[in-house]
């Protein structure tokens, strides 16, 4: 647990934080006296600084130097800015925005990311929806072999996927299609994961009473929705932007990790699927971070969402000395934005069935 500050601590560090967001240097107790606290002298300044470093909120990198915030003092300097009752009305860009409902599904995530990229001048992170948390419209079989047939799949959001399986030689088209309605009847408007559920329950405690109709019901549907995968397909935007930051420019080690990091995606996946766990907005700082390589490393999240459901996770990826105000804001306009449009385009779709 962290320790309870005085005001006046509080006051000192939630502004040194502030000016080594914007200078990205130590900074120091006359700076601070300077700009901050002309009531207060530098030396007073000088022991608060001494008693937060002492208790874990601030950093000496050099002897003669001023103080940087440590994981702990970002932690504390964002939970005071998610104290703060008008944190949402910060002015998050001046330019038009580029995500309309013109666009397709994919354009949409992919303006959002570009757009999240460009305006904060950081990593942009779009996961798209997994399989699992897709919810089902309908769907169609057609025999297209002796012993294949073809699964056109269509989502709420009119997303459409199509998979060869296999069949039983003597099953005919006209069989796939009495499949197709039965499928289309009991599970639409469904996850894909609350389906899965439904098809265990249902062979395990049921099989009985199928008859054969049924039974290849159950065979084909978990073909299509019963394959389990983690997270979904990662989009990401400004991996160059970490080269403009002094902390990151001159380690080149360091750069090449994190490089290696975006260009896999894996542990970026991981990371965001915790967040898509989380309700409202997700911030790991620093070392909250799972990977060592993102240690150096701030990540801020929130999930997109439909019917209220969470579909998939926008994020901001970049150094902790980042603007955590107008990060949070974007990022929040964002997700808010996206899933205003996910919800447009879904009426939009059965309107159009």
């Known amino acids: ?62 002897a003669s130097a001023g103080r940087i915030p440590t994981d ?21 860009s001046h330019e038009p925005d580029r995500i309309s409902k013109t666009q397709g599904f994919d354009g949409v995530l992919e303006s959002a990311c570009s757009q999240l990229s460009e305006n904060l001048h950081q990593t942009g992170l779009v996961m798209l929806p997994g399989f699992s948390n897709t919810r089902f419209k309908h769907i169609d079989f057609i025999k297209v072999g002796q012993r294949e047939a073809l699964a056109v799949f269509y989502s709420e959001l009119g997303i459409l996927q199509n998979k060869i399986i296999p069949i039983e030689k003597d099953i005919t088209q006209d069989q796939l299609a009495s499949i197709s309605k039965f499928l289309n009847e009991e599970f639409s408007g469904k996850t894909i994961r609350t389906i899965r559920r439904e098809l265990l329950h249902r062979i395990r405690n049921e099989r009985e009473h199928y008859d054969q109709l049924m039974k290849r019901a159950m065979e084909l549907s978990t073909q299509v929705f019963g394959e389990e995968e983690k997270g979904g397909e990662l989009l990401v935007e400004g991996a160059l932007n970490f080269l ?37 907005l997700t911030i790991f700082i620093g070392e909250e971070n799972i990977e060592e390589e993102m240690t150096g490393c701030s990540l801020i999240a929130k ?31 964002t997700a808010r934005k996206v899933s205003e449009l996910l919800s447009e385009r879904k009426k939009e779709f059965h309107k159009n069935l």
């Open 303 to 333: 999930n997109y969402e439909l019917d209220g459901n969470s579909m998939g996770t926008i994020a901001a990826f970049g150094p902790k000395r980042m603007d955590y105000t107008k990060v949070i804001s974007v990022v929040n306009h």
């Open 1 to 62: 647990m962290n320790p309870i500050l005085d005001q006046r601590s509080q006051s000192i560090l939630v502004e040194l934080i502030r000016d080594h967001i914007e200078e990205a240097e130590p900074v120091g107790s006359r700076t601070l006296a300077r700009k901050h606290f002309q009531k207060l002298s530098p030396a007073t300044i000088r022991n608060v600084m001494s008693d937060l470093e002492g208790l874990g909120y601030l950093h000496r990198p050099h």
């Open 72 to 92: 702990q003092g970002y932690r504390f300097f964002v939970n005071h800015l998610m104290s703060l009752p008008d944190l949402s009305e910060v002015e998050v």
């Open 244 to 280: 403009d930051h002094p902390e990151f420019a001159g380690d080149l080690e360091k750069i090449k990790a994190l490089f290696k990091t975006l260009e896999e995606k894996t542990k970026l996946i991981n990371l965001l699927d915790l967040c898509l766990q989380q309700d409202g």
